[in-house]
């Protein structure tokens, strides 16, 4: 894999996205809640399995490199489209962190874009 620009804000833009989500389950749902907000760990957990494929030197994946460029922005798209219907929107904390997150998954699908397979 070639380390452009495009993929080293692929990359980046990943990681910040997957923190915030993490973040989000383990610091926003303090105790007494039982344990961290699943969806939000295994959203955050989805982002860094994606990013691993689509970047390492992995054979299976890389052989499958427009299919997991798919999975990732749709993987993005679906997060941002969910958040709309579902998410929380006002200026709390959570919504901060929401809308941090979106504006990093908006740069990652321009990234994306930008290093879409066969152009």
């Known amino acids: 894999m070639n380390l452009t620009w495009k993929r080293i804000g692929i990359i980046l833009a990943t990681i910040v996205t997957a923190s915030l ?23 955050g957990l989805g982002y860094l399995g994606l990013l691993g494929a689509y970047t390492l030197p992995i054979a299976f994946f890389q052989k499958r490199h427009k299919l997991v460029w798919w999975v990732l922005g749709g993987y993005a798209i679906l997060t941002i489209v969910l958040w709309a219907v579902i998410g929380t929107h006002d200026l709390s904390l959570a919504g901060k962190v929401g809308y941090a997150a979106k504006t990093a998954e908006l740069f990652l699908l321009g990234f994306l874009w930008a290093d879409r397979p066969g152009k």
Do not use: C, K
């Open 21 to 43: 989500h993490i973040y989000s389950a383990f610091a926003l749902y303090p105790p007494p809640q039982v344990s961290p907000d699943p969806l939000f760990t295994l959203n």
